[in-house]
């Protein structure tokens, strides 16, 4: 039995140095798909990611796995923005093809549907690019510099 090796930032005097470490937990391996899109630790696949609507925990209440690591930045905005804008120009667009719909209507139908499903894939998205950058251990890039 794996689990997923995970990258951390260690915080001293100022300064970020990369972490590497393979995780010493005896767990089965979790779906890392699985994990992310319920919200789920990305190590045991039981505790919480999340300790709000898109706040992430500080640690995992089953496995104790510390969450520092855990930045997803603005990947799950921009998926959430060219997924569901394809959807709702794609379905507005056919609409006024097929129905010449007034402006108001358009209005009441595509600005609430947007809202909805924006908020509702941010959520996912956010905990899959988690779990998946726990998963395969992804940090910052880094340059080296050679003397």
């Known amino acids: 039995m794996q689990s997923c090796p995970f990258v951390f930032w260690v915080r ?3 300064t970020m140095r990369l972490a590497m ?3 010493k937990a005896v767990l089965p391996p979790v779906d890392p798909v699985r994990a992310g899109l319920t919200g789920r630790c990305p ?4 505790g919480r990611l999340f300790s709000g609507f898109l706040t992430i925990g500080k640690h995992c209440a089953n496995c104790g796995l510390d969450y520092e690591f855990a930045d997803a930045g603005d990947g799950p905005a921009v998926f959430v923005i060219l997924i569901i804008g394809f959807i709702v120009v794609g379905l507005a667009l056919w609409m006024e093809v097929t129905t010449q719909a007034p402006l108001w209507l358009h209005f009441v ?3 609430p549907l947007t809202v909805v499903l924006s908020l509702g894939a941010l959520r996912l ?4 690019l988690i779990t998946l950058q726990y998963c395969n251990k992804a940090a910052e890039g880094r340059l080296d510099v050679r003397k």
């Open 12 to 14: 001293s005097d100022d």
């Open 21 to 23: 470490s393979e995780d």
């Open 43 to 46: 190590r045991c696949g039981e």
């Open 109 to 111: 139908l595509w600005i």
């Open 125 to 128: 998205i956010k905990g899959l």
